[in-house]
Each structure stands twice: as C-alpha cells, then as structure tokens.
C-alpha cells in the first residue's frame, strides 16, 4: 500500500461527508436530465401503439359494383364475438364537419388482424375519395384517411344517406390503455419522435449559447469565452449529426429513401456544414486574439443561417416534415397528449445532457490550456 493512501482515504470520507449532500443540490439538474433521457427511452420503446389500419386489399371502385376487400389491422384483436361496425365517411374527414356516412352490409372476421368487408353498390357522391372508419369495444375507433377512390358513372342515382348510420357518437373513442397513437406511414417508426427531435432541439440550444459566449468574446475579449463558444458549437455539432442520421434512418422507414429533395433536411445538411467551415476557420488561424474574433463574429452569422435553413425556409416552401410547406404539425395530427407525457420531457433530458457535456469539455478545455501555458 502507498504511504500516502491512508491520508487520501481520510480526505475523501470527510470530503464525502461534508460535501456529498451540497453537490447533489449543486448538480441536481444532471441527475434530472440523465433521468429524463432515461426515462424517455424506456418509455418510448415500452409504451405500445394503438390499434390501426395497415393496408386495405383493394382501393378503387364504381359505384355500379359490390365494394368488397379485406382490411388488415395492427395491433388489433378482431373477434366474432364483437363484431365490428365498419363505416364509408364521405366528404370532410373531421366527422363534426357536415360528412356523410355508410354501414357497411358485411363484416367478417377472418382473424385477430384482418376483416372481410362488402358494401353493396352505391349512388352517386359527392367526392370521389371515401374514408373507412372501424369500431370494436376493445380496439375503439381506428380511421383509415383516403382508403378509398369510389368513381360514379354518369347518370347514377345519388347515394341515399341513413341519418342513422353514423358513428358521431364514437368520435376519439380508444382502447382502454395507454399507448401511442397509430398513424399510417409512421407505424412502430413514430418513437423516433423521441430521439431525432429532442436531438435537434438540443443542438439549437447549445448552438445558441455558443452564439452568446461568441458575443461575450467580442465585448470582453476573454479567452474563457472563446473557449465556451468553441465547446458549445462542437458539443451542438455531435447532437446535430445524430439527429440527421436519425433523420436519414426515419426518412428511409417512412418515405422509401435515406435522402429525399427535402427542404428541412437540405437546410440541415447546409447547416451543418456552415458549422464545418466555422472549425476550419478557427484551425487556420494561430494567433488566438485574432483567432476569437474571427470566429465570433463568424459564429455569429453562421447561427443566423441556422435559423433561415432550419426554421424559415421550411415554411415557406413545400416540405415533407410535419409543421412545413402545409404539412401538420405533430400538435395537429401525431403528438397526441400520451406523447407529450414522454416528448417533452425527452426534449428537456436532451437540453440539459447536452448543456452537460458541453459543461465537462469545457473544464477539460480550460485545465489543457493551463498545463500547455506551464510547459
């Protein structure tokens, strides 16, 4: 044993008894951001998804003929002994907008997941696109959007509508359970939610205070400021890349490909290579008067194209994302009040991981600076 561990076990158990209840009062939101994070990934990979429809065997029809297909469910449990309602909604999806309704003339149950259903011919409607609406006690009330094209020949008698045959009453009707909602394209994918934008925000934050300390540094010339605005940029940098390769995985799942002629996720790609070309200018500068103001006022600007690429652009030209080019926003159409519970919180547990990382490199930025000024 060294003569100088006895001396080092009784300073750390006194340290240790004095100190441990002051840090974790110093340090709380660590633990809560770690917490968070931890607590939205469990959640978010535990937490199912609700009952919906997948696909739909045939989609376009006349209205001439028997609509006859086979819908295929997830996450459903389908029984004869709750048979289910089936519903054509024509017109406006939102079922409080004045829109018209069919019941189905068969339902059976082939199994847990799948539906035989038969329509008998129709009239003539109003639109050509119809909506299919499924209720069951134990799955509730599952919406397919557009599931199907019904063409009417010229001539047809107008569909006659059965002012009884609606399901205005089962509107938002849902399992019993939590879960997460179930939405066509997106499906199992939607948990990426909690990942790829928590990712973003963080990285906008810490990208933000790189800005700040960037200005700090031009008022008070303060190395300290440099170095934090350094830090900050490449810290943002590490949660901006996995947020686009979270992004390439997410857009591959839901729109066929790794990258798509997207506005957002070009403006992403842009961005992240202005923040490249920020480091570049900070290397091929030596003096490090000059170097700080170089790169803060670049830093500057840089944090203004951030802001045009990521949050104007997308709106102001057609975009895939939700919230851009006329898409819904997730609060519109995907963050239900059961994701918000775990979104939320993921996006602050990801600010807060973020602002820590960034709080360690920078200690460990300033001590390498102290010991090359000693040698």
């Known amino acids: 044993m060294p003569l100088c561990s006895p001396y080092l076990t009784s300073y750390f158990r006194t340290f240790g008894a004095n100190n441990s209840r002051a840090q974790v009062i110093k340090f709380w939101w660590k633990f809560l951001a770690a917490a968070l994070v ?44 709750e048979l289910p309602q089936v519903w054509l ?12 309704f069919i019941c189905a003339d068969a339902v059976s149950v082939v199994d847990g997941k799948t539906l035989s259903i038969s329509f008998d011919p129709l009239g003539a409607l109003p639109s050509r696109i119809c909506h299919l609406l499924i209720y069951t006690p134990t799955n509730g009330l599952m919406v397919r959007p557009n599931a199907l094209s019904v063409g009417s ?43 790829h934008v928590p990712m973003w925000f ?10 700040i300390f960037s200005i700090k540094h031009l008022s008070s010339s303060k190395l300290e400021d ?72 670049y830093n500057i600007f840089a944090y203004v ?27 519109q159409y995907d963050l239900d009040n059961k994701m918000r519970l775990v979104f939320y919180p ?6 807060g991981m973020g602002l820590w990382m960034a709080q360690v490199r920078t200690r460990l930025s300033l001590v390498e600076r102290k010991l090359l000024w000693k040698n």
């Open 38 to 81: 931890l607590l939205s990934l469990i959640a978010g990979l535990a937490i199912p998804l609700g009952p919906g429809i997948t696909s739909v065997s045939n989609t376009i029809f006349e209205t001439s003929n028997d609509l006859s297909f086979e819908v295929t469910g997830y996450n459903t449990a389908f029984s004869s002994e």
């Open 89 to 100: 909604q024509n017109g406006e999806l939102d079922p409080f907008k004045g829109s018209q």
């Open 153 to 195: 020949e010229e001539g047809a008698t107008p569909v006659s509508w059965d002012a009884e045959c609606s399901p205005l009453a089962l509107a938002g009707t849902e399992p019993g359970y939590l879960h997460f909602p179930n939405r066509e394209m997106l499906i199992e994918t939607i948990r990426n939610l909690y990942l």
């Open 202 to 211: 963080a990285m906008i934050l810490l990208l933000l205070m790189s800005m």
């Open 226 to 297: 440099d170095v934090k605005a350094r830090v900050f940029a490449q810290v943002g940098m590490v949660l901006g890349m996995l947020g686009l390769l979270t992004g390439m995985l997410w857009a591959k799942f839901t729109w066929g490909d790794w990258w798509v002629n997207d506005s957002r996720l070009n403006g992403s790609a842009v961005t992240l290579l202005i923040y490249m070309a920020y480091f570049i200018l900070r290397n091929s500068v030596e003096d490090e008067s000059k170097r700080g103001r170089l790169a803060a006022v």
């Open 305 to 331: 194209m951030l802001i045009v690429f990521l949050l104007v652009l997308p709106r102001m030209v057609d975009s895939l994302h939700p919230g851009a080019g006329g898409n819904p926003a997730f609060s």
């Open 346 to 351: 993921a996006v602050l547990g990801w600010m």
